[in-house]
């Protein structure tokens, strides 16, 4: 019986726990942490904040989706079967006009022979945003592109120099240690390596993701 009583009590205070982490999480800045900001394939002669492209996610990564899923309240949508992709239908849109509006405010988008090719991360506007958003930007950067390896936790970009010296300086601020950082070099994609021990608070946050990537692996969508 007492035992039964502590178990309980332990499960409480984890629910307990995990609620309290997810009231913290800024929807916005949670998204904005999970975006790639690789923008090749995206282009268009006009900036247009009724364009409602978010974010695409393979089958593959059901987990991600439905932890974002959580977090935003936003639905991703899976793409129609098509003769010319053979596997399109294998894939999630998340498509929000409000939201697509809302976070490109958070890039420069830089023009190249007549179209909006590129956009750049403004960085000044995440390091001076609450800690609360700093934290939820680093729990969607970490679903997306981290992973824990013993006491490390390893964040691995691709095309995105200036997510990842922003991240830099983020860790920095929120009082984490930095053991290595590094780009490659003649590689296409070229890839930016931020390797760290965070501090205890970010700590559990970034662990709660891969709890949560956890037990949504368990799930089908």
């Not at 691709?158 to 290595?180: A, D, F």
């Not at 950082?181 to 760290?196: A, D, H, K």
Request: with cysteine.
């Amino acid at each position: 019986m007492k035992n039964r009583i502590l178990i309980i009590f332990f499960l409480l205070a984890v629910s307990f726990v995990h609620g309290q982490i997810q009231t913290k999480l800024d929807k916005t800045y949670y998204l904005l942490g999970t975006l790639d900001d690789y923008w090749s394939g995206h282009r268009t002669k006009r900036i247009e904040t009724s364009w409602k492209f978010i974010l695409t996610l393979h089958q593959n990564d059901s987990s991600k989706i439905k932890r974002i899923e959580e977090v935003t309240m936003l639905n991703f949508i899976k793409r129609e079967r098509s003769n010319n992709c053979y596997n399109c239908h294998e894939f999630y849109d998340l498509l929000s006009f409000e939201t697509s509006k809302t976070l490109n405010s958070f890039y420069i988008f830089k023009k190249q022979r007549g179209f909006y090719h590129d956009r750049k991360l403004k960085s000044g506007k995440i390091l001076k945003a609450s800690k609360e958003q700093q934290y939820s930007f680093l729990a969607g950067l970490f679903l997306i592109y981290g992973k824990k390896i013993d006491n490390v936790y390893k964040i691995c970009l691709s095309n995105s120099p200036w997510r990842y010296e922003c991240t830099i300086k983020l860790l920095e601020v929120l009082n984490s240690k930095i053991v290595s950082f590094s780009r490659t070099v003649g590689t296409v994609p070229i890839g930016y390596i931020i390797e760290f021990e965070p501090s205890e608070e970010l700590k559990l946050i970034l662990d709660n993701e891969i709890e949560r990537r956890i037990y949504f692996d368990n799930e089908s969508l």
